[in-house]
């Protein structure tokens, strides 16, 4: 239960569901005011992740977030983490605050299940399975797209929980436009961001740096405080052609050091691509890019030192075909890990090649989606995933959608290899999913429930055996679940409000699986006054469990974040965000070997002040 101001029946139940619903009440109200349509505010927005295909998230037939722009510049979160916390779905645990290791489970999958993609290009560790979501600087983006359940159908493995998807900053305008921002505040934090985008000559280019240091925060009680600094470089071109050829590249790199309770890392998170797209016929597009992600993190210890460098690369080659009211979205796809490392790994490199189709077809009211994927994988040999989705439209408002999808995961490197931790008898995920949702769509707001429960076989789970975690196959996880979203922008008020119920469960034992909390809410209240614009956010969760076998419970707890935007003069602006007002000590993770639990940082104060013409 919550440790926090709220009574514990806040957060306990389906009761939390209700906090979400609370602007419901003003959606039909909302929607009777919106009169033309260029005065109503987009909050169906066009969705990519889900389909491969532009679509509305309403037309998606899946269960999608979307934080845009807007969201994020007011927010001005500190990490990634911050940004997704609380969304509909999506939980995390930490060593920590300011770059300390974090896991995201997406509808109470693992870790290691949850696909990334930085405009369109995966990013992960071959070792860990996951990207390093700490290492993310949310100011490099202006998009967040989040496609709850699996989409194994179009990514193949590594999607059993979902797709998370950053898009960077698109330029806007022909003429060079800077921006710079600098800011700073609690723990000795100092930020800085600077900018240039435009184009010239049919070539758009976008330039972005920033900085983040911090003496960062205790880990634990008693501890001393555990510093943290980032700096991300981003670069895309793209040039158009007169045929309506387009040809890229993007680079996104971002590296530093972050300290931990017994040493330090140095990092390196980045991706590179380049893609070209040509429209074939006036019906037929074609895509190929061919990207590389790295991990790389050399480590200093009171051990020892270790390295551990991962490379990911990626050839595909995706077509869409556009039939009247249908379309045809199919491709291959190539991919290959390699891990170079100070640890012996007995397997260093594995590939991974798949064909895939998907159509969307629209029967109106009806409409209809069918996907298939083939994986031949070297380690573990073919897998077959499949997509079908049907969805109704009821009228110009509510649409009703059914889904079943399959999806599976290859152990990690670590999980199969790392001396003294790897099981090489690991067996790979597979998962079976069926979805229920409705979805009621308004000029100026949305709400969007669905139900669903995913069975996985042989998911893998880690407990304490001889004194050290290892990995094992959990025989059967049901993972049942409900969530919430709705949206409002009214009268200059911008709200948003999420739940989730999830039920992660290992069918053997009986027992809720580790770090999963089961109950969350989200709350986003937005005003603009002249000048000004005021926010402020409520996360709450309920409590976890650390371990597999239920011992070791983490409380629950709630947090209040606040914010303020001053637009003192043309093209300058000032913002303020107080993150966690109330001084909550909360953690989702602990070290059952010394036995404290990784708190999170305190109260908190962050000032920037910017410049955009």
């Keep these: ?165 950053l898009f960077t900053l698109e330029p806007e305008g022909e003429q060079p436009t800077p921006s710079i921002t600098l800011g700073g505040g609690s723990f000795g934090t100092a930020r800085a961001q600077a900018n240039l985008s435009g184009e010239a000559n049919a070539t758009r280019y976008q330039f972005s740096a920033s900085h983040l240091s911090s003496d960062g925060t205790q880990v634990r009680k008693g501890g001393e405080d555990k510093g943290y600094d980032n700096t991300t470089g981003l670069v895309r071109l793209a040039h158009d052609f ?52 790295r991990d790389e993190l050399d480590d200093v210890s009171d051990l020892g030192a270790t390295s551990f460098d991962t490379t990911t690369h990626t050839a595909r080659w995706d077509n869409s075909v556009l039939m009247g009211n249908h379309e045809l979205v199919a491709g291959a796809e190539y991919q290959q890990d390699k891990i170079d490392s100070t640890t012996d790994y007995a397997e260093d490199s594995r590939d991974n090649v798949a064909v895939f189709a998907q159509t969307l077809l629209d029967f109106a009211p009806f409409s209809l989606q069918v996907g298939l994927r083939h994986d031949d994988n070297e380690a573990f040999g073919g897998e077959t995933t499949g997509h079908l989705a049907l969805g109704y439209a009821l009228d110009d408002h509510y649409t009703l959608r059914a889904s079943y999808d399959t999806a599976f995961r290859a152990p990690t490197f670590n999980e199969l290899y790392y001396p003294g931790f790897g099981n090489p008898d690991l067996d790979p995920e597979k998962a079976e999913s069926v979805e229920l949702g409705l979805r009621g769509q308004y000029g100026r707001g949305f709400w969007d429930v669905a139900v669903y429960q995913s069975d996985i076989e042989d998911m893998v789970a880690y407990t304490v055996q001889d004194s050290h975690y290892a ?101 300058w602006k000032a913002n303020l965000t107080l993150e966690n007002v109330l001084d909550r000590e909360y953690a989702t993770a602990r070290d059952s070997y010394n036995e404290w639990d990784y708190i999170n940082p305190g109260r908190a104060a962050y000032l920037s002040v910017g410049f955009q013409p």
């Design 1 to 165: 239960m919550l440790r926090s101001f709220l009574p514990a029946r806040a957060v306990s139940g389906l009761p939390a569901l209700g906090l979400a619903a609370m602007p419901l009440a003003f959606v039909a109200q909302a929607s009777a005011q919106s009169t033309a349509d260029d005065e109503r505010v987009n909050l169906d927005p066009m969705v990519v992740s889900a389909t491969l295909a532009p679509r509305t998230a309403s037309e998606t037939l899946s269960s999608v977030s979307v934080i845009n722009e807007q969201a994020l510049r007011q927010r001005d979160p500190i990490s990634l983490i911050d940004a997704l916390r609380g969304q509909a779905g999506v939980d995390f645990s930490s060593s920590g605050g300011f770059g300390k290791n974090t896991s995201l489970y997406l509808r109470g999958t693992g870790p290691e299940s949850t696909l990334l993609l930085i405009d369109g290009m995966r990013l992960r560790s071959a070792t860990n399975g996951g990207p390093a979501w700490q290492f993310l600087d949310p100011r490099m983006f202006e998009r967040i797209e989040v496609v709850r359940g699996p989409r194994g159908a179009l990514y193949g493995a590594d999607a059993v929980g979902g797709v998370v998807q």
């Design 242 to 293: 007169d045929n309506g050829a387009v040809l890229g590249i993007t680079a996104l790199r971002a590296s530093g050091n972050t300290e931990y309770e017994g040493g330090d890392s140095d990092y390196v998170q980045q991706v590179a691509g380049v893609y070209g797209e040509i429209p074939v016929t006036a019906n037929w597009t074609s895509r190929l890019t061919i990207s590389e992600a």
């Design 471 to 571: 990995p094992f196959n959990v025989d059967r996880a049901r993972i049942r679940g409900v969530e919430l979203t709705t949206g409002l922008e009214w009268n200059q008020w911008v709200l948003a409000a999420s739940a989730t119920y999830t039920d992660p469960e290992d069918r053997d034992s009986g027992k809720r699986l580790a770090r999963r909390a089961t109950q969350g809410v989200r709350l986003d209240a937005d005003r603009r006054i002249g000048d000004w614009n005021l926010g402020a956010s409520f996360v709450a969760q309920n409590h976890r469990y650390n371990d597999a076998d239920n011992k070791e419970r983490l409380p629950g707890y709630g947090t209040i974040d606040l914010r303020a935007g001053w637009h003192f003069a043309p093209q």
